[in-house]
C-alpha cells in the first residue's frame, strides 16, 4: 500500500475519534454537558416507548426513518437504558459514519492529502455531518465510480437504506440514482449491459425494501410507516410545517441599516452566511459549465457537480427550515477546499494579477471558515472540560449515566423523578404538554399520545388526535414547563388550543414545582 | 418560410383577431330556450344544436380556470351530482394545449381564438399530409381548405371531437415521413402526437383515428418491424397520458354509461335518404338557418353532415379516377368504401359493429375519415390536372353534364323518399341551395378545365368557388353574440346565491341544466358529463322515477328532495300542487291552426291553480295568440279564462297557464284552447287523437318555500335539508372540493351521512382515525356518542397510477430519445462541442471568470429589479396549522417561489448569454 494512503487511513481513524471525544452536531461529547431534553428526548422517548410494547409510527409519530430510530431502541434494551449509551450511539452514528463516508467519496476528488485531512477535520470540528447525509455521500460515491455491477448493487442498497433514514434525503438519492441510470442507458450502447445494471441496482433495492417489508409488516406498522412518511414529506415541506420561521430576507436586511458599523455586522451576519453558501453553489455551476465548455471536465467534477446538487438541495430544505442551517456546511467545505486547491494549483504567482485575485478568494474562503468558526465557539470553549469529562466518574440521577450535567439541570429531573416517582404507579399516563420528552425516558412513564414532542401536533387532526387520546387514557398529571422551549415563540398552550380547552375544562392546576405547572384531574 | 414561422404568424394573428372582433363567437344565445333566462318573449337561438359547448364544455373550462388560477388541480368536481370525478372525465380536456389559452387569456379572445386555432392547425396538418404524398401546393391548399370548413370539422369546432380529429392529418404525414425515413425522432412525434388525441378529450375519436391510422401504417409501409415501432411508440403515447387515462378508466367501470351501452345495441346509425347530404349539404335544411327539420333526414344534422366536403372534390374525384389508380388512391378509396358501409351498416361489414368495442362506440363519426379521404383523392385529382397541358373538351363536357344531371335527378330523388310534402314550403330555400352548389361546381369545373399554373386568377376563382361550397355554408354556424349575453344572472339566481348551501334540483322543463351551476358557483342534485357514477345515478333515479321527454325529473317529493340534500328546486310549475294527468298521451304533434282544441275532465273537490300543456314552436318566432278556457260543461259558464302570446312558447316545453276555479267533484269541465288570431304561423300541442295532453294543477301545501316566480318558472326552498345528517352542532374548519373537514357533536350513537358521493379514493377519519363506510350512493358511517371531528379526503390511488404511467412512459421516450441523440448524433454533437470548446479556449480564464461574475452580477441585479417592480402577493394557503407562518400571516410559499425562481435567473442568463458569446465567436 503507498504510504499516503496509510497516512490517511491512520488520519481518517484519528479524526474518528474527535467526535468521540469531544462531540459533534447538537449533541455534545457523551461524557460531558447538559442533557438536550428536548433532540435527544425525542429519540430516548420513543425507545422508552417501544420498551413498553408501544410500536414505530403506528402509535408513535416519529418524524425519521425507522433505520434512524430502531437502533437507540436496541441500545436502550439490551446495551443500558441511560442517556450516555445513546449518545454515546449518536456520536459514532452521525460523526464517525459520517466521516468515514465522505472520506470515501474524497477519494473521487483528486485532493492532496492535506486538503482531505482539512475537509474531514472542518466536518468534524464545524458541527455538520449528520446520519441522514450518509446515504447521501454515499450514493455519490457508487454514482461516480466504476459501472460495475457491484456498485449498482450498492447504489440500490443504499437508496432503499436512504428512504429508511430520512424520507427527504431518501427522495434526493432515488433523484440522483435515477439521473444516473439514466445518463448509463443513454451512453451505454450494449443493451445487455443496460439491463444488467438496472437490475443489479432493482436487486440491491428490492432485497432491503423487502427487509423492510417483512419486519414493518411483521410488527404492524408498515401502513402506518408509509402514511406518517407521507405526512412528514408533505407537511415539512409546505404551510403545515410545525417549525420553522421566515428565511432572512437580506433586501430588507440591508434597507433597514442606517449606520456604517450596522453594515460591518450585516456583513458578517449569519444570514450573509447562509446567501453565500448558495453563492457557493451558483460558482460551482459556472465553473463546471467552464470546465465543460474547454474540454476539461474529469471525472472529479462530475463528483463535484453531484456534490453541488446535494448542497443545492440541502439549501432548498433549509429555505423551508432555516434553523437547520448545518445541513449545508458539509458540500459547502468539500467544494471550498477543492476550490482554494484548484487556484494554487492553477494560477500563475508570477503574475500579479491572478495573485491578488488568489489573495481575494483566499480571503473570502478564510473569512467564510472564520465565521462559521465563531457561530460555534461555545462548541470549543468546552473543549478542555470535554477532554477532562472522559476520565471522570459522575453520581448521577437514574437514567442519566456517566455524563457530567449541571447542578441546575440534575436537581430540575431529580425533581420531576422524584414528584412522578411519588404520586404514580408504572401503568399511569403523564403528559408533557411542553416539549420536554426527555422526561418520559427519566422518568419510565407512558405518553397516552403519539406526540413526544406536542409541537409536531399543529395541524388540527393531529391536535383532536391528542385530545382522544387523553379522553382515552385519562393521564393522571399533565406538566407544563412554563420556561420550556416555545418552538418559534409560539408556546404550546396557543399551538394546541384544542388540548388547552380541554385540560382547562378536565384537569386543575394541582401543584407547581419550579418553572413546572403541574395539572392533575379535576372531580367531576 | 418554416412552419415555426407560420405558427407564430398564425398565433398573432388569430390572437389580434380575436381581440378586435366585436362580441364573442359563441352560442350563449341557446340560454333563449329557457324561461329562467329569458322571462321576456322568446327570442329565437341562432343554432339550436349548440347546447353541448353552453351546457357542458365552457361551465367546465370555467370551473378549471377558476381553479388553476386558486393552484388546485381539479380532480374533483364537488358541484354536480354530490360530486365526480372531474380529472377523470376526458371531455373537460384539462391538458389539452389550446385549453391553455383560455386558462391565460381573457375569455373573450379565448372564445374566438381557440377554435381558430382548431381550423388553423388542422389545416396545416393536411397541407402538410397532402405535401407529404406528392400533391402539388395548390392542390394541397385546395384541399386542406375543403377539409378544414368540411361539414365534420366546421359542425363539431366547439366539441372535443374536433381536438382529437385535427391530430389526424398530423399522423398521416408523420407515417409517410417514417415510409421515407425510419428514424427515432419521428416516432416520438408520433408518440407525442398520440398523447395530445388523448388529451383532447374524445377517446371515441382518438379510437377511430387509431384504427384508420393503424391499418393505414401496415399497408403503406408494409415493413412488420417499422409497424411494431409505431404501434408501440403509440401506446407509450397513450401511456404519456396515463394520468388522465387511469382515472378515467376507473371512472369509465364504474360509470352509469358503460352499464347503460352494455345492456343496448349500439343501433346509432346514418339514414340512407342523408347520403344526398354528401352532395347538398342544406337540403333539408340546417340549424343556423331559417329552416331546419329534423324529421325529414331522421337524423341530428350534426351527424348526418360529417362527410361532406363539397360536391366540387366529389364530382372531380369521380370523373378522374380511373386515371389514378395508384397504391395511395385505392388505399384511400378502399377506407372510403369501408367507412360507408359501416357508417350506413351495409352488410356484411355491419358485423364488425358488433364486437367490443364497435359496439360501444359512435362508428358513424367515422364518416368524418370519410370526407378526409375524398378530399386526399381530390387533390390528387387536381395534381394530376395541374401536370396535364389541358383537359379535353370532352371530358369538360362530360363534367358539365354530369352537374347538370344531378340538378335534374335530385328532385325525383326526393320525391322517391316521400319528403317532397314537408319541404313543398320551403322549396324557394332548397332550390337556391341546389343553385348554389351547382352553379360553384359549375364555376370550378370550367376553370379547371381552363387551369394553368400561371395564372393566379383561375387559381383564386378555384379556391373562392370551393369555398361558397364548405366554409361560406358553415360559416356562421356558430354565432356571434354579444359579449353581455355570456351567461347572465337572472334575478333568481341571485335570490338562491344568498344560501351558501345552495343544492339545486331542476323540475320539469330543462330551465337550469347540470353544470351550469359551475358558472354561478352552486351545486346541482344531477351532473350531464357523459358518463355518471352508476350507484349515484340508478339510487336518482330510483328517487325520482317520474321523468318528462327531456328525460327530466317531472315530480319530486320533499323526502327524496331531503336524501340527496337539495336546497332548492327550479320548477316550471308550483311544486304546491297536486298534477292530475287528465290526457297523457304526448306521440302525436297537433297543430293548432284555426281548430278549436277541446277536452272534457271531472273534477275534483278543490282549487284548481293552472293547467299544464306541452307545446311546440318549431324553433320559429310566432306571433299567434291563444285563448285558453275553463267551460263549466253543464252550465256552459266561462270559469276561467288566459289568453297566451305565442312568443313566450318554446320548442317541446311545458307550458303553464294559470286558470284559477273552485272545482267541485263529480261535476264535467271542459278546457278550450283556440287561435284568437289569424296569424301566418302557429303552434302545435302534443297530445293524442286530436286532444292535448294536459295535465291539472290543484292548489295544495306540499310544505316548499316559494322563493322566486315568474312565467312559467318557479324557485323553491326545500325546508329542512342538509348536507349533513346525523350531527348536530356542525362547525366547518375546512371545505374545498377534495376535502371537509368540520367538528360534531354527536349525541347518541348511530349513524352519519354526509351527501357526498361515494367513490373510490374517498375516506373518512373520525378523531384522525379511519372508520368504515357502508355501502349505498352517499358517504355514510357509523359514529359514536361525544364531540368529534371529522375529515373526509379524496386520495385517489388511480391518478397516483396514471402518474407512475406517464412517468414511466416518459422516462422510457426519454430514454429513447437520448440514445438516440447521443447514438446516432455523436459525431455532429461532437463537432458541435468541439467548435464551442475551441472557442472557450481562446479566451483567458480570467476573462471567464469576469464573464461570469459581470453577467451573474447582472441577473441578480435584474430579478432583485423585478422583484421590487414586480411584487407578486402572495396568501396565506388555506391550513388548519398553527405555526409561527400562520401566527405571523407570513405566506411560506414565497421563499420557495422567489429561490426556486431567482436560482434558475441567476444561473440561466449567465449560461445562455456564455453560450451566445461562444456560439458568435465560433461564427
Redesign the interface.
Known sequence: MEKSKIVYIISVFLISLIPIFFGSLLFVSPFFGDINLIDEGQFLAWANHMFHGKLMYKDIYITYGPLYVYPVFLIVKFVEDSVFAFRFYSIALNGVLGILSVSLLLRRINLSLFSKITILLLITLIPGITIRLVPAILAIFFITGRRSSLNNFLLGVVSAMSLLISQEIGVFVGMISMMSIFFGVIQEKRIREIIFRIVNFFVGFFIISSLFFVWSSYEGWFESYLLVSRDVLTSFSGINLPNGKAFPNLISNFTSITSFQGMLRAAVSKDILMYSTILLYIITFFFLVYKFAVREFLSQHMTITYINILGIFLFALIIGRAGNFFLMYTPAIIILVFFAENIIRSLDFKRRIELAHLIIIFILICLFIIRTFVIFRPHFYQLPTSIKAVYATYETSARVGNINISDGQTAYIEMLQDYIAKNTNDNDYIFFWSNEPMIYFLSDRQNPTAYDLPYIANTIEKRFEIVASLKESRPKFIFYNTRSWAVDEVDNKKRLPEVTSYVNLNYKKCDIIGNVEIYCRAMK | MKISNYILYGFIGIIFFSYILPGIIFPTDILNYFSSFSQSLWQKPHNSLLADPVFQFEPWRVYIKGQLLSGNIPVWNPLNGSGAPFIANPQTAIFYPLNIIYYLFPTKISLTAIPLFKIFFFSLFSYLYLRSVKCSKFASILSSMAVSFSGFFAVWLLWPHTNVYLLFPLLLFLTEKIRSKNSTPLLISIAFVYFMGVLGGHPETLFHIAVVHQIYTLIRIRKKIVFIKMLVFATLGIGLAGFSLVPFLEYLAYSYILQFRLGTSNTTLLPIPNILLYLFPLLFGAPHTNIYIPSISSSNFQESIGGYVGLIPLVLSAMFIRKLRDGLVNLWLITIGIIFVLSYNFWPLSIIRTFPPFNLSADIRLISILGFGIAVVFARVVTFLENRNKISTNRFLGLILISVFLLIVSYPMLRLFKVSEQLARYSNYQFGHLLIILTTTFIFLFFAGRYSSKKVLVKLILLVALFLQTGALFISYIPQNKTESYFPSAKWIKVIKNDPNTKVMEVGNPNFPPNLNLIYGFKHVEIDDALEINEYRRAFDKEFPDKNMWGNVNSAGIESLRKFGATHVVSDYDLNTIRIKIQSNLSERIMLGNKKLEIAFAGADRELSSIRIVTLNFNRLNTCRIAVLLIDDQTKDMLSSNTIDCRDIRDNMYFNIPLRAKLEKGEIYRVILENVENSPNDIALLGYKNKPYVELLYTSSQGFTNLWQGKNMFVFKVPNSDEIDGLDNIKI?LDNSTNL?F?ADVGKRGIATIKKVKYPGWYV?V??KKVELHEGPFISFNINEGE??I?MGYFPVSIIAGIVVSLSSF?LL??IA??F???NNRKRLDSI??T??RS??KVS??Y??YF?AIT?TFSTCLF?LF??LFKASFK??K??????????S????Q??FY?TVG?LF??VI??AT?IIY?WRKAK
Not at chain 2, 407570513?890 to 410559499?893: L, R
Open positions: 374548519i373537514l367538528t377519519k378523531d384522525n368529534h371531528l375529515e422516462i426519454m430514454l437520448g440514445r441523440i447521443f447514438g462541442y468541439l464551442f470548446s472557450a479556449r480564464r480570467l471567464n471568470f461570469f451573474a432583485i422583484s421590487i396565506i394557503p391550513t388548519t396549522a398553527i405555526n409561527w407562518f400562520t401566527v405571523n407570513y405566506p411560506k410559499q421563499e420557495h429561490f436560482l441567476i444561473i449567465p449560461v456564455y461562444l
